[in-house]
């Protein structure tokens, strides 16, 4: 069976402030190194339009209706200090739910083992009721509730490498045991959460690094830490907030790994969902603003992938 790559031109259009590091320019860097022959066998597929109604299984009605009526006809609209909408914004959001869900689907109909969704804006930041640090709505949340009403699974596990806490998805699961969350990230860092003793409902297992934390660190707290935890709860699906900011390179944070480093995670992960998911794992873009560290970092993990 087949990797599959979702993507699609409407994340280009999601637009945000000169200099700001979640840029277009990020899936464009992407797009180019997976153009190289090495990723020929990928089974890439424009991604469906979304069901907005599926927003609703991370997000109250409310605080959705607030963020659609945020987003600009015209110019940008601030959102929080660090997240902006611009007019497509809203379909790009859309779009990347929509991207994740059908990466659900493809992986439980048996359509590929594994998913990679190359999308924008990130979700990992978002609460149940606040958008920020780059995100409106909680992707990898949202398909993980909708593995479980769609596709009847029990067990989900979202495993968060990104450099930065995903505080969103620690939110919307904290008291609903039926969803692991487990998180490397640097701290102290923004959002300031992540800590060891944050354990929700015993669904949550964060695993923060200090600055300047190389491979070992890492491996180790991913061998320690996450690991075991998925080997314990034996999920029915796995989806990584795949963010690529820990790369040494990246201007945002202080550790540093290589590309090495996400190809082994990506293979540990692989191994579990072999063991426990029917190989079923789909990977969401979170961060990475480093453009080179970034385009690296994706071939080496969607590499890994394509390996089976
Ligand atoms: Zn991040």
Known sequence: MATRLYTHPIFLEHITPPGHPERPDRLRAIERVLDDEAFA????????????????????ADFVARVRAAIPDEGLARIDADTTASPKSWQAVITAIGAANAAVDDVFAGRADNVFVAARPPGHHAEKNTAMGFCFFNTAAIAARYAQKKHGAERVAVVDWDVHHGNGTQDIFWDDPS????????????????????????????????????SEVFRDAFLSRVLPALDNFAPDLIIVSAG????????????????DDFDWATGQLMQRAARHSGNRLVSVLEGGYDLHGLAFSVAAHVGRLMKG
């Open 41 to 60: 066998a990928l089974d890439r597929v424009e991604a469906p339009q979304g069901d907005e109604a599926t927003i609703l299984y991370a997000h109250p």
């Open 244 to 259: 690529f900011d820990a790369h040494h390179r990246d201007p945002l944070a202080e550790i540093n790994l290589t590309e």
């Open 179 to 214: 969803v692991l969350y487990c998180s490397t990230h640097q701290m102290p860092l923004y959002p300031g959460t992540g800590a060891k003793n944050e354990t929700g409902a015993g669904n949550i297992v964060n695993a923060p690094l200090a600055p300047q934390t190389g």
